[in-house]
Nanobody, 116 residues
């Protein structure tokens, strides 16, 4: 399995970013995927998940601002982030839900920095 996140950057409050994550070796038809983030000095937290059926759930802090989606043919999961806030500053990672539950590895994340 290889997880490669991209699309991060430095933006101002209120701006948008779209993150992408290519998840090689994970079948999206049978695995739910999630975006997670880790702010400096904090633990890694769940941001959004999309089930293998396409159902989505979000952390309360990002509801109404972030949208998770996927392209099964490209094995890619996306995170559209609108109206970004400084509190969204973190390294963002993707992973499958089952790999997270099993404590399996993480790929390279992508850094998002939001300034006020």
């Amino acid at each position: 399995v290889q997880l490669q996140a991209s699309g991060g950057g430095s933006v101002q409050s209120g701006e948008s970013l779209r993150l992408s994550c290519v998840a090689s070796g994970i079948d999206f038809n049978t695995n739910g995927m999630g975006w997670y983030r880790q702010a400096p000095g904090k633990q890694r937290d769940l941001v959004a998940i999309i089930s293998y059926l396409g159902n989505t759930k979000y952390a309360d802090s990002v509801k109404g601002r972030f949208t998770i989606s996927r392209d099964t043919a490209k094995n890619t999961v996306y995170l559209q982030m609108n109206n970004l806030e400084p509190e969204d500053t973190a390294v963002y990672y993707c992973n499958s839900q089952i790999r997270v539950l099993r404590g399996e590895g993480w790929g390279q994340g992508t850094l998002v920095t939001v300034s006020s």
